[in-house]
């Protein structure tokens, strides 16, 4: 078996240490399922854990629609309707939100279902086991926040293409406008690599 890094390693724990921030929404219509979860759940992140608890997909469906929860372990079966279809009602462009969908048995459709309507993940609860479940949570996680930070960087380059435009459309513009736009973030206004690179090589020469 292969050993974790350190950094692996940190950023599990960074994950486990940072639980307590988190609101968990347990939506299940099963008292037992409920409580081995809960148990679970408990394990990984200790006993104070913020957690809520949905019986019923009209339950759900309105304390779902505050948005008050960060992480959402949902079942699959919730009587005439499914946890994809709460999933699908629910979850919006861009949401921040983690929705991880739960059920009795390994199927590829509903777990191929599950990942079109924005679950980040399937587990199937006769396999679950709390090393498994916090795996699955800090990888949902860490997936939500490459996601957002994907989301960060084309909202940056949508404002630097009109930063440019607007420069570009002044007539009085000046090469050094021009270069800076060119040479530099245009969220951070720090240089960005087309400006490193020759400096570095510079530098190397004259070393």
Same mark, same amino acid.
């Given at each position: ?24 929404? %347990?939506? /299940?219509?099963? =008292?037992? @399922?409920?409580? &081995?979860?809960?148990?679970? #759940?408990?394990?990984?992140? !200790?006993? $104070? *854990? ?12 309105? %304390?779902? /629609?505050?948005? =008050?929860? @960060?992480?959402? &372990?949902?079942?699959?079966? #919730?009587?005439?309707?499914? !946890?994809? $279809? *709460? ?12 929705? %991880? ?5 390994? @199927? ?14 399937? *587990? ?84």
């Amino acid at each position: 078996m292969q050993n974790l890094s350190a950094q692996d390693l940190s950023h599990a724990q960074d994950f486990v240490d940072h639980a307590a921030e988190k609101r968990i929404l %347990i939506v /299940d219509d099963d =008292e037992v @399922d409920f409580i &081995i979860l809960k148990r679970l #759940l408990k394990q990984i992140f !200790g006993s $104070d *854990l913020n957690l809520d608890v949905a019986t019923s997909w009209e339950d759900a469906d309105r %304390i779902l /629609d505050r948005r =008050e929860h @960060d992480i959402h &372990i949902i079942d699959y079966s #919730l009587g005439a309707r499914s !946890g994809i $279809d *709460l999933i699908r009602s629910t979850i919006k462009d861009r949401d921040p939100r983690i929705f %991880i969908l739960l059920t009795g048995q390994e @199927d590829r459709q509903v777990d191929l279902a599950a990942t079109r309507v924005g679950a980040l993940d399937y *587990l199937v609860k006769g396999d679950l086991t709390a090393s498994r479940l916090e795996r699955c949570l800090r990888f949902a996680s860490e997936t939500m926040n490459q996601r957002q930070m994907l989301f960060d960087q084309a909202d940056a380059l949508e404002d630097a293409k009109r930063a440019t435009e607007v420069v570009l459309a002044r007539p009085e513009a000046s090469a050094t406008e021009y270069r800076s736009l060119a040479q530099h973030d245009q969220l951070t206004q720090l240089p960005h690599r087309r400006m490193f690179v020759p400096k570095l090589q510079s530098g190397m020469e004259s070393a």
